[in-house]
């Protein structure tokens, strides 16, 4: 599965988003098979209208959405690079996510005490970027010796190695993240590289309750700075979020009505986590379940298919496939069908956001 590593410094309302996240999965938990896998670490549903629609045309039994996990790194704060705080500790958890999820605080509350002394959401935001850049920097340059030796005897890995890390140096040296340096082509290999920066990034502005809808002076200036960054980010309420969470499904509207709000920030940012990892969704739809699956943007079929069982990757032959607005509109499978809508595709189909799929396979 993929993940999203909740951070930034304390007391900005990470334990509180991350709670009313997991809480919501908690209260589906006797539907779907999730579950806080462990205290800092819970894996929620990505709520999707369209299998809403599948389930009833269907008419399945129940609907399976697709989960996204999220990890609550607690603990970062200024020179954090250097191990204070346990920072090290942390800096690992951090490594080991695919998405950062950094949360700013744009609440102003006297009785609950900022560590820098002022709410200054953009101030907070480059204390963590810098001490992620410090640690990603050191590591890129420990590595460095090593490889030049090898270099030096021609070793192709190794100069290769070198030809990447040295922008990334260069980045970090000027205060840039590596994510804005990756060279064209070169994602995988610089995944490998495990650094923190290199990380898609999405910015949540905490506000305060009276802000949620609107954003606030602080959001605000979260915001310029993440479009400047061509970088994603969201306005929540995590107090807002911490109620809402404890709500059913019927009362959860007319709450969120009452405070003006098309939807929920949780879903927003679960949504937004999706969309920072690149994510798209198939589904399937059977007697049983309507059921959504994850694979990353660009996955053809056979590869779709083992995200279902190994077995089905191994024994592929074809998918039956209808688009997600065929499916509706056609009513269904047979409707489908009879319209022309299904097609057979083979292995190198490359399977398309809201694809309703069938594999046919060998066992
Ligand atoms: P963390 O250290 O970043 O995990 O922060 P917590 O989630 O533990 O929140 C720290 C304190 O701020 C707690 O007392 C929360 O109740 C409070 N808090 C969190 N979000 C908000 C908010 O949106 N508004 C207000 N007024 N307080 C908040």
């Given at each position: 599965g993929f993940n999203c590593g909740i951070v930034g410094l304390p007391n900005v309302g990470k334990s509180t988003l991350f709670n009313a996240l997991t809480a919501t999965a908690a209260a589906q938990a006797a539907n779907y098979p999730f579950c806080t896998i462990e205290?800092?670490?819970?894996?929620?549903?990505?709520?999707?209208p369209r299998l809403d629609a599948l389930v009833k045309i269907g008419k399945s039994q129940k609907t399976v959405p697709t989960s996204l996990e999220f990890v609550d790194i607690a603990g970062l704060v200024r020179g954090a690079s250097r191990g204070e705080g346990l920072g090290n500790q942390?800096?690992?958890?951090?490594?080991?996510?695919?998405?950062?999820?950094?949360v700013l605080r744009c609440f102003e509350d006297e009785d609950?005490?900022?560590?820098?002394?002022?709410?200054?959401?953009?101030?907070?935001?480059e204390i963590i970027e810098t001490e992620l850049m410090l640690a990603d920097l050191e590591s890129l340059e420990k590595r460095l010796p090593g490889l030049q030796k090898r270099a030096k005897n021609r070793d192709a890995e190794a100069l290769a190695q070198i030809a990447l890390a040295e922008p990334l140096i260069e980045a970090l040296k000027e205060g840039r993240p590596a994510r804005?340096?990756?060279?064209?082509?070169?994602?995988?290999?610089?995944?490998?590289?495990?650094?923190?920066?290199?990380?898609?990034?999405?910015?949540?502005?905490?506000?305060?309750?009276?802000?949620?809808?609107?954003?606030?002076?602080?959001?605000?200036?979260?915001?310029?700075?993440?479009?400047?960054?061509?970088?994603?980010?969201v306005i929540v309420s995590a107090a807002i979020e911490a109620e809402v969470s404890q709500l059913a499904d019927d009362e959860r509207r007319e709450f969120l009505d009452g405070l003006g709000l098309k939807d929920s920030g949780l879903d927003r940012v679960?949504?937004?986590?999706?969309?920072?990892?690149?994510?798209?969704?198939?589904?399937?739809?059977?007697?049983?379940?309507?059921?959504?699956?994850?694979?990353?943007?660009?996955?053809?079929?056979?590869?779709?298919?083992?995200?279902?069982?190994?077995?089905?990757?191994?024994?592929f032959i074809a998918c039956e496939t209808i688009s997600y607005n065929?499916?509706?509109?056609?009513?269904?499978?047979?409707?489908?069908?009879?319209?022309g809508r299904l097609r057979i595709e083979g292995r190198d189909y490359v399977v398309q956001d809201g694809d309703v799929l069938l594999f046919r396979f060998n066992v």
């Open positions: 205290p800092n670490t819970g894996r929620v549903a990505v709520p999707d942390f800096l690992a958890n951090i490594r080991e996510v695919d998405a950062i999820i950094h609950i005490t900022h560590v820098e002394g002022s709410v200054d959401p953009l101030r907070d935001a804005t340096a990756i060279p064209e082509g070169q994602e995988e290999a610089v995944k490998r590289l495990n650094l923190m920066t290199s990380k898609p990034v999405l910015y949540v502005c905490n506000v305060e309750e009276d802000s949620a809808s609107t954003g606030n002076e602080f959001s605000e200036k979260v915001l310029a700075k993440a479009a400047s960054e061509g970088a994603a980010a679960i949504a937004a986590g999706y969309a920072l990892l690149g994510l798209r969704t198939y589904f399937t739809v059977g007697p049983k379940e309507a059921r959504a699956w994850t694979i990353t943007a660009g996955t053809k079929a056979p590869q779709a298919a083992a995200v279902i069982h190994n077995d089905f990757e191994r024994g065929d499916y509706v509109q056609c009513n269904g499978e047979a409707g489908a069908k009879e319209a």
